[in-house]
């Protein structure tokens, strides 16, 4: 079975400080894609980025990076310098390659990030 | 990039009616669309896989006979709650799938079911 956790339920910061969410996932499948969403007060969840399980490299987008480590199972995700605009709830998923499951997104249970002036 | 829409973005209904509620792939067609449901501080979860011309798959739990998934189209969805009540009140999220592309998924903006 696959699993999704995102053991930070909220993470309060002020603005400019940097802030890490942390995203450990469970699969026996060798193919599989992670993927971080953000969820603002609207509610329309916000692709931020899609990681297949062959592609180790970190990734570095404006105030954004995600470091991926098979070894620990983990993808986890970093604002740099935060703004207000970045409080929202974050969410990591997971696609597997199983026949059954192709397709369906795992989600981890989200974290709350609280960004104050 | 790929385009999702959902009607209506909200609705308040009384206990005991039925409401429909729609997902468009607008700018592309979507063999498979996906229906989510997230509660006030949760997760999504997936309530069901609703393929075009064929019978949605539901997830453990969800009541077939309760949401009712149409795909009749390849850029439409339909997910009907009937004999709704306060208890189904949630955010329901709808998103479709690129034929050929598995690994992707683009999402509509929800709609937010008020049941009174």
């Known amino acids: 079975a696959q699993k999704v956790t995102q053991a930070q339920t909220e993470i309060s910061v002020v603005e400019k400080e940097d802030v890490t969410l942390d995203c450990v996932y469970e699969?026996?499948?060798?193919?599989?894609?992670l993927f971080w969403y953000k969820q603002p007060p609207s509610g329309e969840l916000v692709f931020l980025i899609r990681?297949?399980?062959?592609?180790?490299q970190n990734e570095i987008s404006g105030r954004y990076s995600w470091n991926f480590q098979k070894s620990t199972s983990s993808f986890n995700f970093t604002i740099t310098a935060s703004q207000v605009v970045d409080s929202a709830v974050y969410f990591c998923a997971l696609i597997v390659g199983t026949t059954d499951s192709w397709g369906k997104l795992q989600f981890g249970a989200g974290t709350q990030v609280v960004v104050t002036p | 990039g790929a385009v999702v829409s959902q009607h209506p973005s909200w609705v308040i209904c009384k206990s005991g009616t039925s409401v429909k509620i729609e997902c468009r792939s607008l700018d592309f067609q979507a063999t498979t669309m996906f229906w989510y449901r997230q509660f006030p501080k949760q997760s999504l979860m997936l309530m069901a896989t609703?393929?075009?011309?064929?019978?949605?798959?539901?997830e453990q739990g969800v009541e077939k006979d309760k949401f009712l998934i149409n795909h009749a189209s390849l850029t439409l969805s339909t997910l009907t709650v009937t004999s709704a009540h306060p208890e189904d009140s949630s955010f329901y999220i709808c998103?479709?799938?690129?034929?050929?592309?598995?690994?992707?998924?683009?999402f509509g903006p929800g709609t937010r079911l008020t049941v009174l």
């Open positions: 990681r297949n399980s062959f592609d180790e």
């Open positions: 699969t026996r499948d060798t193919t599989y894609y």
């Open positions: 609703s393929n075009e011309g064929s019978k949605a798959t539901y």
């Open positions: 998103s479709a799938r690129v034929p050929g592309i598995t690994n992707e998924q683009f």
